[in-house]
């Protein structure tokens, strides 16, 4: 079936340190993908997305590339602020799964000054 | 657009109970869904409607009803509360798109005691 793996946080780093936050999936077909955020006391937000292999989803300093070839969908971003500390959900849909989205269990984001 | 809107923010039961969660969406979006969010669990789908008048169960459907009589509203009811229904209840709404990306709320945190 359908599956989403995150890795384990969380994730501590220091200001301005890279972020990769690594993200597999395991799908029919071929999925549309997604990083949501959740800031601290907040619903979850879309943060990028990508509907086709090779596509690079990019928003606020973050980039991830769809590889079909690895089925990966590895969160990034070049330089992390105190702000950014928050939650990061990978997920994954397609059609023939009605809409609705496999999730990944969360990867927690910690930024210290 | 206020986007999707849930009421209320927090509630606190005793077990047995019973309560209606509200979600609201006014972007005239036919999907609509409900999530509850629980620590190590990530985000687990109770139900959705793919239209007024059509809803289906998703992972964890018992002990909540849902109903979709307009676009804009999807109601999750809880029947009879009970403490395994602590947690953080999320409602969603999704344009047919090729994207399907989620909208999501802000979120209400039930405590049943």
């Known amino acids: 079936g359908n599956s989403v793996t995150q890795m384990e946080g969380p994730v501590t780093l220091s200001e301005e340190a890279f972020l990769t936050i690594n993200c597999t999936y395991t799908a029919t077909g071929y999925p549309s993908l997604f990083w949501y955020v959740q800031y601290p006391g907040e619903g979850l937000q879309l943060l990028l997305k990508a509907t086709k292999a090779d596509d690079k989803g990019s928003n606020k300093g973050f980039e991830a590339t769809y590889r079909k070839e690895t089925t990966s969908f590895h969160l990034e971003k070049g330089s992390v602020q105190v702000s950014d500390s928050a939650v990061y959900f990978c997920?994954?849909?397609?059609?023939?799964?009605?809409?609705?989205?496999?999730w990944g269990l969360g990867t927690s984001l910690a930024v210290n000054p | 657009n206020a986007g999707v809107t849930q009421t209320p923010k927090f509630q606190v039961l005793k077990t047995g109970q019973s309560m209606t969660l509200q979600c609201a969406q006014d972007?005239?979006?036919?999907?609509m869904s409900w999530y509850r969010q629980d620590p190590g669990m990530g985000l687990r789908l109770i139900h959705y409607s793919v239209g007024a008048g059509i809803t289906d169960q998703g992972e964890v459907p018992n002990g909540y009803n849902v109903s979709r009589s307009t676009t804009e509203d999807f109601p999750l009811r809880l029947l009879s509360a009970a403490p395994s229904q602590t947690s953080v209840y999320f409602c969603a709404s999704s344009y047919s798109s090729d994207s399907y990306e989620q909208y999501f709320g802000p979120g209400t945190r039930l405590t049943v005691t």
């Open positions: 972007m005239n979006h036919e999907y």
């Open positions: 997920a994954l849909t397609h059609a023939g799964n009605n809409r609705k989205l496999i």
